[in-house]
């Protein structure tokens, strides 16, 4: 039951992302259809520069909607099932997890908090009780199958001794507004040490594809300019809001 390490990868996202939200700006304010202008996007016809201009002014209205029609779906392993329990609150996602229930839990791995593993005794305790967890799924499977719940069903039931350490792998996909308010929340320095990295990786993948939306996402702070948290919670990266 080794401790295992963060990995994401983006698997998919819609084609030619920055064409298709101009396309559904641009038919929010034209008289005419947009698919008709949709040939000249994809050409070239219509500069990439001007398509950004244009994404961006509106964005700055506040009208975000049309950037719903772009979406990505990522992989994530070495993820723990406390990181999930927090990722699927952001509900205007698609979800697919490992099911502990059809995967045998039997060698688990674990996600490892940094905070434990500098501090010896602390991680020594932690590993002993992974272990002791480990014995245990394997003995209440072992009881159950000898009692004639096999596979599934006697994985379903030693799954209840499982700690939230336990590593899950899972695919998600988000439409852009929703991977903005998404990043706004966990890339920001109060959130969990653990989402907060999948959320940077996540970042990091959606700039490479789509900067020109993406490149001021993240934290609040980052599009705001001053921290919204007051000043009971700010981290100090940036100055709080003046009244």
Same mark, same amino acid.
Request: neutral net charge.
């Given at each position: 039951?080794?401790?295992?390490?963060?990995?994401? #990868?983006? %698997?998919?996202?819609?084609?030619?992302?920055?064409?298709?939200?101009?396309?559904?700006?641009?038919?929010?304010?034209?008289?005419? =259809?947009?698919?008709?202008? *949709?040939?000249?996007?994809?050409?070239?016809?219509?500069?990439?520069?001007?398509?950004?201009? =244009? $994404?961006?002014?509106?964005?700055?209205?506040?009208? &975000?909607?049309? $950037?719903?029609?772009?979406?990505?779906?990522?992989?994530?392993?070495?993820?723990?099932?406390?990181?999930?329990?927090?990722?699927?609150?952001?509900? !205007?996602?698609?979800?697919?997890? @490992?099911?502990?229930?059809?995967?045998?839990?039997?060698?688990?791995?674990? $996600?490892?908090?940094?905070?434990?593993?500098?501090?010896?005794? &602390?991680?020594?305790?932690?590993?002993?009780?992974?272990?002791?967890?480990?014995?245990?799924?394997?003995?209440?499977?072992?009881?159950?199958?000898?009692? /004639?719940?096999? /596979?599934?069903?006697?994985? +379903?039931?030693?799954?209840?001794?499982?700690?939230?350490?336990?590593?899950?792998?899972?695919? %998600?996909?988000?439409?852009?507004?929703? %991977?903005?308010?998404?990043? +706004?929340?966990?890339?920001?320095?109060?959130? @969990? *040490?653990? !989402?907060?990295?999948?959320?940077?990786?996540?970042?990091?993948?959606?700039?490479? $594809?789509?900067? #020109?939306?993406?490149?001021?996402? /993240?934290?609040?702070?980052?599009?705001?300019?001053?921290?919204?948290?007051?000043?009971? =919670?700010?981290?100090?990266?940036?100055?709080?809001?003046?009244?």
């Amino acid at each position: 039951m080794p401790k295992t390490t963060l990995r994401v #990868e983006l %698997l998919a996202h819609t084609p030619e992302p920055l064409s298709l939200i101009y396309a559904a700006f641009r038919q929010c304010y034209h008289s005419g =259809f947009v698919a008709d202008m *949709w040939p000249r996007l994809l050409s070239g016809e219509i500069a990439r520069e001007k398509q950004v201009q =244009f $994404v961006a002014s509106v964005m700055e209205s506040g009208h &975000a909607s049309p $950037v719903e029609h772009v979406s990505f779906t990522f992989a994530a392993e070495g993820v723990s099932r406390a990181l999930t329990h927090q990722l699927v609150r952001h509900r !205007i996602a698609s979800y697919s997890q @490992q099911s502990q229930r059809y995967v045998d839990g039997s060698n688990f791995d674990y $996600v490892l908090p940094p905070a434990i593993a500098r501090n010896p005794q &602390a991680l020594a305790r932690f590993e002993q009780c992974m272990a002791e967890i480990g014995d245990a799924y394997r003995d209440i499977k072992a009881l159950l199958e000898a009692d /004639g719940r096999a /596979g599934a069903k006697s994985n +379903e039931d030693a799954r209840f001794v499982l700690p939230q350490a336990a590593e899950t792998r899972i695919v %998600l996909t988000m439409n852009c507004r929703s %991977l903005l308010n998404f990043f +706004e929340h966990r890339c920001c320095m109060r959130a @969990q *040490w653990e !989402i907060r990295a999948m959320a940077d990786a996540m970042l990091d993948l959606c700039r490479g $594809v789509l900067p #020109e939306l993406f490149a001021v996402a /993240g934290a609040k702070c980052e599009r705001l300019g001053y921290c919204p948290e007051g000043e009971r =919670f700010t981290c100090g990266r940036y100055p709080l809001r003046q009244p």
